[in-house]
């Protein structure tokens, strides 16, 4: 079981997990954003407000998302493979990265963690994420002292794609689609990566020129070629 597999190494992903039984829609072609600067809205602009609504973390059933090593040099100790379905990931840490980086570039978001009885209802656009695509390299890399190691602290090395849906309520439909990756490479463990890879991919979703003239128009208005187009 994954859940398993990371209470082993140490990342206490299962506290924040919850299980998803619910199939995946059929969606029209994708194509990835370009690796462009995040577009700020002006704050003359007055943009329609959004509301995270979750990322799942969906690989094919076993297979290899990662490896896992361990000591000085980082030795390979095994690989690390996907052997549950998919994971829904909605919790505190999730959103917060997105709402930072949306509230960051002048994106208005609906859902504040801090607020348990926050009003959504005037979010028109709820945004969601598929993650299918997923490499970790974890490393519990020990520290050298004087007398000999000290302590294992884990690094992590990730990459990620998620497959962004957007959903209007004035339209009651998903009325964009588009992919992006992310990355992050720093301290931290299999949890800590995937939150700072989803930040990255977050900051690619804002460098999007469609998803910022859907986030500005006139409310109840669809920009043409909503969804592109793998042609």
């Known amino acids: 079981m994954a859940i398993r597999v990371l209470q082993t190494i140490g990342l206490p992903l299962a506290a924040v997990v919850l299980l998803s039984c619910m199939t995946q829609p059929q969606s029209p072609a994708q194509t990835e954003v370009?690796?462009?600067?995040?577009?700020?809205?002006?704050k003359d602009q007055v943009p329609k407000l959004s509301l995270f609504s979750k990322l799942v973390l969906n690989p094919p059933k076993g297979s290899t998302f990662g490896v896992l090593k361990f000591g000085a040099l980082c030795i390979h100790q095994r690989d690390l493979t996907w052997e549950q379905g998919p994971q829904v990931l909605d919790q505190e840490d999730i959103r917060t990265a997105f709402?930072?980086?949306?509230?960051?570039?002048n994106y208005p978001v609906a859902g504040n963690v801090d607020n348990l009885?926050?009003?959504?209802?005037?979010?028109e656009l709820i945004l969601a994420g598929l993650v299918k695509e997923l490499h970790a390299d974890i490393c519990n890399k020990l520290t050298l002292g004087f007398v000999g190691p000290r302590e294992a602290l884990p690094v992590a090395d990730l990459s990620l794609k998620v497959n962004w849906q957007v959903f209007s309520r004035v339209d009651d439909k998903v009325v964009y689609e588009v992919a992006t990756n992310g990355k992050y490479s720093g301290p931290g463990n299999l949890r800590e990566g995937v939150i700072g890879a989803f930040a990255n991919a977050t900051e690619k979703l804002l460098a999007d020129r469609r998803f910022y003239d859907l986030v500005v128009q006139k409310k109840g208005m669809i920009p043409h070629n909503k969804v592109p187009s793998s042609g």
């Open 34 to 42: 370009p690796q462009l600067q995040i577009i700020p809205i002006p």
């Open 99 to 105: 709402n930072q980086v949306f509230q960051k570039a």
């Open 117 to 123: 009885f926050e009003d959504v209802s005037g979010a």
